[in-house]
Structures are given as structure tokens and as C-alpha cells.
T-cell receptor
Framework: DVKVTQSSRYLVKRTGEKVFLECVQD?????MFWYRQDPGLGLRLIYF???????EKGDIPEGYSVSREKKERFSLILESASTNQTSMYLC?????????????FGPGTRLLVL | KNEVEQSPQNLTAQEGEFITINCSYS?????LHWLQQHPGGGIVSLFM???GKKKHGRLIATINIQEKHSSLHITASHPRDSAVYIC??????????????FGTGTLLAVQP
């Protein structure tokens, strides 16, 4: 069975803290994605990775960085958390270069920055 | 204007009703996805379409490529169908990466 897991379901951090969100998939997928989801805005792509150590900016990369040292793990880093980064963060993965492939989503991490 | 528009944004139905959720898009696409998100956050893929119609249980998804429009239908709706339904398209940019453009979702509440 397909599985994407995220390190935390709920997280509370203070402004200025460095925050790590981890995502692990067990499907040997090449592509991994980080989204944030906000009311009225839908899912927006922050960063994606199509291979180990490869990354590309999505639509809203400002204030975020990512790391993909191993194929199964994709980390999202908030270098200095701010209140406008309070959101639901969703990780997803998909096989490589399949134009119509489904993305498999993790359960999400709800982050509150105080 | 968003590249993917869904309607309605909110929908309340009585158990047993036939439900339709609509999705219109303004870009060329290689595929369209319908996703379901239950309270708590997890997203599940329901359908992936590039043409025609697909059916799974009480769910039916259709797409009209010429009109750039898709519909998700739920027959004999049930309270457990209550969720956010999200339309997403993979725009046809010739690239190899599977990036999706998402609609803002339709919140469905089915009352017993």
C-alpha cells in the first residue's frame, strides 16, 4: 500500500525559530512536492524535487528551503518562521515523468507560528 | 482570474441527493484530477481523466476537453461523502515534471 508520512500532524513554533518539516515516502518515487494550503487559496506549490539533491522552486518559495539527501525523504525548512507561515503543509510524491500520474499525499502538518 | 475555477464553493445536500461539482480551467492540460480531502487534512485521489468519463462506485467524473470543463457527480449521497473536493489539472507545458494547478475546492456537507 502506498504511503507518504509527515513527521508531525500539529506543530506550534515561535516567530524566528528554524522549523523542519519532514516527509518520507516508501514507494521509490522520484518526484516529491511540498505544498501549503490556506483557506480560499487552495494548494500552492512551494518546492519540488525530481531526484536526489535536485530541487526546483514552485510558486511561493520565499521564506522556505528544501533538502533531498535521500530518495525517500524530502524536508521543508523555514529558516526563520513568521506568522504568515501559519498554514497546513502537505507533502506529496509521484513517479517520474509520467504525464498523467497521480500524486500521493501525506496527512499534512498544521503549523501555527506565534 | 484563477486558472482552475470550481463551483460551487460550498454545497449542502440531503442524504440521497444527486450532487454535481463543476471545474473549469483555462490552460491546455494533459490530465485532470479529482481529489477528496476529509477533515483532518489527508488528500486522496479519486480520479484522473484525460478524456471521456470514469466511474467508481457512486462517483462519476466527466471531462469535456473542447469546453475545458469537468464535472464530478455523486449519486445517492451519504453523510460520509462530506469532504472538500478539489479539482487539479496538469498543464501541458511539454515538461517532464508532474506539477499540478489546483482549484480552491468545494466544501460538501451531506446531512442525514
Amino acid at each position: 500500500d502506498v504511503k507518504v508520512t509527515q513527521s508531525s500532524r500539529y506543530l506550534v513554533k515561535r516567530t524566528g525559530e528554524k522549523v523542519f518539516l519532514e516527509c518520507v515516502q516508501d514507494m521509490d518515487h522520484e518526484n516529491m512536492f511540498w505544498y501549503r494550503q490556506d483557506p480560499g487559496l487552495g494548494l500552492r506549490l512551494i518546492y519540488f524535487s525530481y531526484d536526489v539533491k535536485m530541487k526546483e522552486k514552485g510558486d511561493i518559495p520565499e521564506g522556505y528551503s528544501v533538502s533531498r539527501e535521500k530518495k525517500e525523504r524530502f524536508s521543508l525548512i523555514l529558516e526563520s518562521a513568521s506568522t504568515n507561515q501559519t498554514s497546513m503543509y502537505l507533502c506529496a510524491s509521484s513517479p517520474h515523468t509520467a504525464y498523467q500520474e497521480t500524486q500521493y499525499f501525506g496527512p499534512g502538518t498544521r503549523l501555527l507560528v506565534l | 482570474k484563477n486558472e482552475v475555477e470550481q463551483s460551487p464553493q460550498n454545497l449542502t445536500a440531503q442524504e440521497g441527493e444527486f450532487i454535481t461539482i463543476n471545474c473549469s480551467y483555462s490552460v491546455g492540460i494533459s490530465a485532470l484530477h479529482w481529489l477528496q480531502q476529509h477533515p483532518g487534512g489527508g488528500i486522496v485521489s479519486l480520479f484522473m481523466l484525460s478524456s471521456g468519463k470514469k466511474k467508481h462506485g457512486r462517483l462519476i467524473a466527466t471531462i469535456n476537453i473542447q469546453e475545458k470543463h469537468s464535472s464530478l457527480h455523486i449519486t445517492a449521497s451519504h453523510p460520509r461523502d462530506s469532504a472538500v473536493y478539489i479539482c487539479a489539472v496538469r498543464s501541458w507545458d511539454g515538461g517532464a515534471t508532474n506539477k499540478l494547478i489546483f482549484g480552491t475546492g468545494t466544501l460538501l456537507a451531506v446531512q442525514p
